[in-house]
């Protein structure tokens, strides 16, 4: 059974960072990507970033680049988000997620989730 759980969340002021963790159990090898997206009430969910089951450097949103860094640890099972100069349009739920192989920008083709962590910015 693969399980999926971030970490990380919480109050900021604006300006501020914060680092984002998630866990990943249950594969029996590093052949899957990872990924970070976001959803704000009342908003379309958001793909963040991905990184594919090679290890290769993480996509990300273009908006989101060079404030956001997606990293994933050596052994496969741990992928991080560090958010630099958080504004308040950050505010959001962030939920990881993994599926075989390769990175998608479409919700729909990643078959394990974990269960949110929430980000809130304060001006």
């Known amino acids: 059974q693969v399980q999926v759980v971030e970490s990380g969340g919480g109050l900021v002021q604006a300006g501020g960072s914060l680092r984002l963790s998630c866990i990943v159990s249950g594969f029996h090898d590093g052949s899957y990507a990872m990924a970070w997206f976001r959803q704000a009430p009342g908003k379309e969910r958001e793909a963040i970033s991905c990184i594919s089951w090679v290890g290769a450097r993480a996509t990300y949103t273009y908006s989101l680049k060079g404030r956001f860094t997606a990293s994933r640890d050596d052994t496969r099972n741990t992928l991080y988000l560090q958010m630099d100069s958080l504004e308040p349009e950050d505010t959001a739920m962030y939920s990881c997620?993994?599926?075989?192989?390769?990175?998608?920008?479409?919700?729909?083709?990643?078959?394990?989730w974990g269960q949110g962590t929430q980000v809130t910015v304060s001006s």
């Open positions: 997620a993994a599926r075989p192989y390769y990175c998608s920008s479409s919700v729909a083709a990643y078959n394990y």
